[in-house]
């Protein structure tokens, strides 16, 4: 499944859930599915952010690739 597709799923799950319209079992498959969901998504966003490089142009005009380092809070 494409990262888009689910970010599409998850929204749809959400709206589910926030509709209330569900039995008790069916409330509780899709939150679980969602979880699932998240935690898969949120694992390709860290993998992708380890993997983005920057372009960074030195005082001589060169531009280099450098690694993409998050800072922290």
Excluded: H, W
């Amino acid at each position: 499944m494409k990262f888009e597709e689910g970010m599409k799923r998850l929204e749809d799950i959400v709206r589910l859930l926030e509709e209330g319209n569900l039995s008790l079992d069916e409330a509780l498959d899709l939150f679980k599915e969602g979880i699932s969901l998240t935690k898969e998504l949120s694992r390709r966003l860290d993998e992708a952010e380890k993997r983005i490089e920057i372009l960074v142009k030195r005082e001589n005009g060169e531009v280099e690739a450098q690694p993409y380092l998050i800072e922290e809070e």
